[in-house]
């Protein structure tokens, strides 16, 4: 019986990456149901894995004809829903923390998903070139949401639980020198 090796995408090119730098990583490959993608170990959170899940856009994306002109970049999606729940009176505070965490954040955002009070993060990357990987850029945009899955996750946790304020966790962040400065000014600057 003849052995066939799967090609190399740029998905499992990418996992082989992140495997040398021994960031733990599962390609799955394409079956009828889904296309490929990466599950990432982002973090760890009450013992269980948080994965970060990459997947490529342009598989779903429309196909190029006379009125939709054809994408000259590799998208890249990564994505992960946090294992707690935001009660419904909790969402405001949270949703808050989020918004304020990517405001810090250069290459991913927070959010909540409301109604069914899930809190996620996501990020998005546009290779122009898509016959190489600029491997900066791409372990910066997956190391930007490990960091940000493990630093923040814990924090809006404990703001839908109730361990936590909007407002202590702010403070938390000023006092850290993370705060992101106000967007309209400061009120002495306001005239």
């Given at each position: 019986?003849?052995?066939?090796?799967?090609?190399?995408?740029?998905?499992?090119?990418?996992?082989?990456?992140?495997?040398?730098?021994?960031?733990?990583?599962?390609?799955?490959?394409?079956?009828?149901?889904?296309?490929?993608?990466?599950?990432?170990?982002?973090?760890?959170?009450?013992?269980?894995?948080?994965?970060?899940?990459?997947?490529?856009?342009?598989?779903?994306?429309?196909q190029?004809?006379?009125?939709?002109?054809?994408?000259?970049?590799?998208?890249?999606?990564?994505?992960?829903?946090?294992?707690?729940?935001?009660?419904?009176?909790?969402?405001?505070?949270?949703?808050?923390?989020?918004?304020?965490?990517?405001?810090?954040?250069?290459?991913?955002?927070?959010?909540?998903?409301?109604?069914?009070?899930?809190?996620?993060?996501?990020?998005?990357?546009?290779?122009e070139?898509?016959?190489?990987?600029?491997?900066?850029?791409?372990?910066?945009v997956?190391?930007?949401?490990?960091?940000?899955?493990?630093?923040?996750?814990?924090?809006?946790?404990?703001?839908?639980?109730?361990?936590?304020?909007?407002?202590?966790?702010?403070?938390?962040?000023?006092?850290s020198?993370?705060?992101?400065?106000?967007?309209f000014?400061?009120?002495?600057?306001?005239?």
């Amino acid at each position: 019986m003849e052995s066939t090796t799967a090609p190399v995408t740029r998905l499992r090119f990418l996992s082989q990456i992140l495997a040398e730098r021994q960031i733990p990583v599962a390609y799955l490959p394409p079956d009828e149901d889904t296309g490929e993608m990466l599950l990432i170990t982002a973090t760890v959170m009450n013992g269980a894995v948080v994965p970060l899940r990459l997947i490529p856009l342009n598989d779903i994306t429309p196909q190029a004809t006379e009125d939709i002109a054809p994408l000259a970049s590799w998208l890249l999606h990564a994505s992960l829903v946090f294992p707690f729940h935001v009660p419904e009176d909790k969402v405001t505070e949270v949703m808050r923390a989020t918004q304020l965490v990517s405001r810090v954040l250069p290459l991913c955002s927070l959010g909540v998903i409301e109604p069914e009070g899930g809190c996620y993060l996501q990020a998005c990357v546009a290779i122009e070139d898509v016959d190489a990987i600029p491997r900066t850029v791409l372990l910066d945009v997956i190391g930007m949401a490990r960091m940000a899955a493990s630093t923040y996750g814990p924090a809006l946790a404990d703001i839908a639980s109730g361990s936590l304020t909007y407002a202590g966790f702010a403070k938390a962040m000023e006092a850290s020198g993370l705060m992101p400065p106000p967007l309209f000014g400061l009120p002495e600057e306001q005239v």
